[in-house]
């Protein structure tokens, strides 16, 4: 076997083990647009595969791979480039266990935020990042993502608030 075709392989199969946790992560920086969120990993997929050599060789070859990610979603947001617009519907498809509603309304009230408040809160708190990996991912400092995932929650809350009572009630 080749040394490309040995590199394709190896690729491959990171690709095939990490693409449905960076969907995940895609789909809730894109707010729930699902069309968004498959064109951001395959961006990102790109991107990891035309420098597979320096990917694999990092210490997280995981964490790279979402790093470059949620960069290309915050870059995509700033240029703005795109002729596509958000729509207010969420497309069909099964997001797993919980209440549909809650799913919605979180997913809508992440909408509201701006782009890197909205990756910080993914990164923070559906990743499950420390704040010293948020910072790295994003290339800000600790103090920031604090002071991000701060602001960020209260203006979730304030977004939730009259849906959140209803929508946890037993």
Not at 58 to 71: I, K, T
Request: hydrophobic content about 40%; overall charge positive.
């Amino acid at each position: 076997m080749t040394r490309q075709m040995g590199r394709d392989t190896e690729f491959r199969e990171f690709a095939q083990i990490r693409t449905a946790p960076l969907f995940r992560t895609a789909l809730l920086l894109t707010a729930g647009d699902w069309h968004a969120a498959e064109d951001l990993v395959q961006s990102a997929l790109g991107k990891a595969y035309a420098s597979w050599g320096k990917v694999r060789r990092a210490d997280n070859p995981d964490a790279y791979v979402r790093s470059v990610l949620v960069r290309t979603h915050l870059s995509q947001r700033r240029l703005r480039s795109s002729g596509e617009r958000p729509t207010a519907e969420l497309p069909e498809g099964a997001y797993g266990d919980g209440d549909p509603a809650l799913r919605v309304a979180l997913l809508q009230a992440l909408a509201q935020l701006p782009p890197k408040d909205r990756a910080v809160l993914v990164l923070r708190y559906w990743e499950d990042h420390s704040v010293e990996q948020t910072a790295c991912e994003l290339g800000l400092r600790a103090g920031t993502v604090r002071n991000r995932s701060m602001s960020a929650l209260a203006k979730l809350r304030e977004l939730l608030n009259g849906d959140l009572e209803s929508l946890t009630a037993i």
